[in-house]
């Protein structure tokens, strides 16, 4: 998305293109074919799942998980009141099986040894080393013995890519006065970057599961 515009905190940005976002990813972007792959890094040798959904949207990333587990048990954590209004609409048959919270992934608990999968899709690209770090061991932290932990988002070809967007967006908060809070400002990192950063967190196994142009797919095993 062109960075070139008005900066705009990340829920206003969400809640303004609610309504168009499931046509932008999947019609405009074409992006069925990436939302299939993360489904199958679902592990399927499970009776059932809980699931952490960070930064879960309108639930794209769902429609094929709920197709391999149908009781999961899900938590979808995102800023977006609309975007999270979306996902209702959407999976009104499963609302007692979704757990939605609205507020930042950085403000809240995990718990201990919780979930089987915890899950992000094209969320975590708006934040820096520090903050990815720290969600990294929340995560680590929250997932039961063999639970893994999928990422699929942008990221950059090389670490000099990734430090043009980290001075860009260094200058666009100066330039807007931004000290603090989440705004939608993009700094996608290089491959590299994301598995040291992953295996900081304590992931020992940290496997590119696929890769594109301008997106991958990582998934890390706790154990
Ligand atoms: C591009 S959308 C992705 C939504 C969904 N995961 C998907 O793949 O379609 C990014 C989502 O992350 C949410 N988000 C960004 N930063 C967040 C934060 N710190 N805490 C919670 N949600 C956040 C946004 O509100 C938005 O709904």
């Known amino acids: 998305m062109n960075q070139d515009r008005k900066i705009e905190t990340m829920s206003d940005f969400f809640d303004n293109r609610a309504d168009i976002y499931d046509d932008h990813m999947i019609n405009e972007l074409d992006l ?6 993360i489904a199958d890094c679902i592990p399927k040798n499970r009776t059932n799942i809980k699931l952490l959904d960070l930064g879960c949207g309108t639930g794209l990333e769902l429609e094929r998980i709920f197709r391999i587990y ?16 979306i996902l209702k609409s959407k999976y009104e048959d499963k609302m007692s099986q979704l757990k939605l919270i609205c507020k930042s ?20 690209h708006h934040f820096g080393k520090e903050l990815k ?5 929340k995560i680590y932290c929250s997932l039961k013995k ?16 990734e430090n043009r967007f980290i001075e860009e967006s260094e200058h666009i908060r100066k330039a ?14 290089a491959v590299e970057t994301q598995v040291n950063l992953l295996r900081q ?4 196994n940290v496997q590119i599961k696929k890769q594109w142009d301008k997106t991958t797919i990582f998934v890390c095993e706790k154990n």
């Open 70 to 85: 149908p009781f999961a048990e899900v938590t979808g954590v995102d800023l977006s009141s609309k975007m999270l209004d």
């Open 32 to 37: 069925n074919v990436f939302y299939d792959e």
């Open 105 to 124: 992934y950085f403000d809240i608990d995990y718990g201990k040894s919780i979930y089987d999968v915890v899950l992000s899709t094209y969320s975590l």
């Open 201 to 204: 967190a304590g992931f020992i």
């Open 146 to 161: 063999d639970g893994i932990y999928i990422e699929g988002d942008y990221t950059v070809k090389t670490t000099d890519e």
């Open 133 to 137: 770090l720290s969600l990294y061991r």
């Open 176 to 189: 807007g006065g931004i000290t603090d809070g989440i705004y939608h400002i993009d700094i996608p990192f």
